[in-house]
T-cell receptor, first 113, second 113 residues
Framework: AQSVAQPEDQVNVAEGNPLTVKCTYS??????LFWYVQYPNRGLQFLLK??????LVKGSYGFEAEFNKSQTSFHLKKPSALVSDSALYFC???????????FGGGTRLMVKP | DTEVTQTPKHLVMGMTNKKSLKCEQH?????MYWYKQKAKKPPELMFV???????INESVPSRFSPECPNSSLLNLHLHALQPEDSALYLC????????????FGPGTRLTVT
C-alpha cells in the first residue's frame, strides 16, 4: 500500500533563511508526488508535483522540491523563507492508476521575523 | 479560473437535522472529491466521482450521502450525524485520471451539536 511520511511535526526557521520540509514515500511502481499548503481555515493549495523527468521541480511562490528515488524522498525547499510562508504543508502521493491521493501527516512551518 | 467554491462556509446542525453541503467548479474537471479533515490532521478521502459516477466510497457511514447532479456540481447530504462528525469538509476537483493535481475549495466547517 502507498504511504507518505513527514517526519517533522513542526519546522522553525528565521525569515530569510533557507527552509526544508521533509517527505518520504513508499509505493510500488513509479510515484506521482505532490506538495500542498494549507493556511488557517482554508482549503489546500497546490504547490508543485513530480511526475517524471528532472528531479528538481519548481512550483508556486518560490518553492521547489527534489525527488530522490534512491532515498524515496521528495523534500520541499525554498532558498529564503518569508513570514507569510508560515502554514501547514502536506506531501501527497498518487498511484499511477486511479484518483486516490494519500497525504502525509503534515508539517507546520513557522517562519519567525 | 482555478476556483472551487463551497457553501455554506459554516454549518451548525443538530443530530436529527438534514442538511446539504454544496460544491461547484467550472474548470471542466470530470473528477470530484469529498474529504473530511480534523484539526491539524491530513484530509481523509470520503468519496470520488469520476464522470459523474461514484467510483470510490471509502467505507463512509450511510449518514453521509454524496450526489453529483452534473459535471460541475457535487453535493454531500447529511442526516443524523454524530458529534464526532464535526470537521472541515473539503471538496476538490481534478481532470480525470492521473497524474493531475487536485484543486480544493475552502471547505465547510461543520459542527454537530
Amino acid at each position: 500500500a502507498q504511504s507518505v511520511a513527514q517526519p517533522e511535526d513542526q519546522v522553525n526557521v528565521a525569515e530569510g533563511n533557507p527552509l526544508t520540509v521533509k517527505c518520504t514515500y513508499s509505493v510500488s511502481g513509479n510515484p506521482y508526488l505532490f506538495w500542498y499548503v494549507q493556511y488557517p481555515n482554508r482549503g489546500l493549495q497546490f504547490l508543485l508535483k513530480y511526475i517524471t523527468g528532472d528531479n528538481l521541480v519548481k512550483g508556486s511562490y518560490g518553492f521547489e522540491a527534489e525527488f530522490n528515488k534512491s532515498q524515496t524522498s521528495f523534500h520541499l525547499k525554498k532558498p529564503s523563507a518569508l513570514v507569510s510562508d508560515s502554514a501547514l504543508y502536506f506531501c501527497a502521493v498518487r498511484r499511477n492508476a486511479g484518483n486516490m491521493l494519500t497525504f502525509g501527516g503534515g508539517t507546520r512551518l513557522m517562519v519567525k521575523p | 479560473d482555478t476556483e472551487v467554491t463551497q457553501t455554506p462556509k459554516h454549518l451548525v446542525m443538530g443530530m436529527t437535522n438534514k442538511k446539504s453541503l454544496k460544491c461547484e467548479q467550472h474548470m471542466g474537471h470530470r473528477a470530484m472529491y469529498w474529504y473530511k479533515q480534523k484539526a491539524k490532521k491530513p484530509p481523509e478521502l470520503m468519496f470520488v466521482y469520476s464522470y459523474e459516477k461514484l467510483s470510490i466510497n471509502e467505507s463512509v457511514p450511510s449518514r453521509f450521502s454524496p450526489e453529483c447532479p452534473n459535471s460541475s456540481l457535487l453535493n454531500l447530504h447529511l442526516h443524523a450525524l454524530q458529534p464526532e462528525d464535526s470537521a472541515l469538509y473539503l471538496c476538490a476537483s481534478s481532470q480525470a485520471g492521473s497524474p493531475y493535481e487536485q484543486y480544493f475549495g475552502p471547505g465547510t466547517r461543520l459542527t454537530v451539536t
